[in-house]
């Protein structure tokens, strides 16, 4: 037997996040500040902005539009403007996101 359940989400409210464009059109770095910033990047938000992820060592755990993922060595990602994202911070690979 299975079961078929969905959720209609339409009634939570998810924070939305700019790219500051008035200093640059792309930017690239660690994303170190996943963990500066782990009140914001553990709950669900959009960004109004694509990312790109790349892994270049361990796993980084997430979701994309309340899916979950994992993303391993040598792998990239990448999310579009308006995409529910959430991550997971238990663990600390090493990669790097452009914006």
Known sequence: ???????VMSAVDIK???FNAS???????TLDYLWEKAKQTTIAHRAEFYQLIWIEQGVLH???D????QLKTSQALLIS???????SLDSYPR???SV
Request: proline share 3%; aromatic share 18%.
């Open 1 to 7: 037997m299975y079961l078929y359940l969905c959720i």
């Open 16 to 18: 939305r996040y700019a």
């Open 23 to 29: 200093t640059r059109s792309i930017e690239a770095k």
């Open 62 to 64: 997430l979701s994309i």
């Open 66 to 69: 309340f899916e979950n993922l």
């Open 81 to 87: 403007p308006g995409q529910v994202c959430q991550f």
């Open 95 to 97: 990669f790097t996101s």
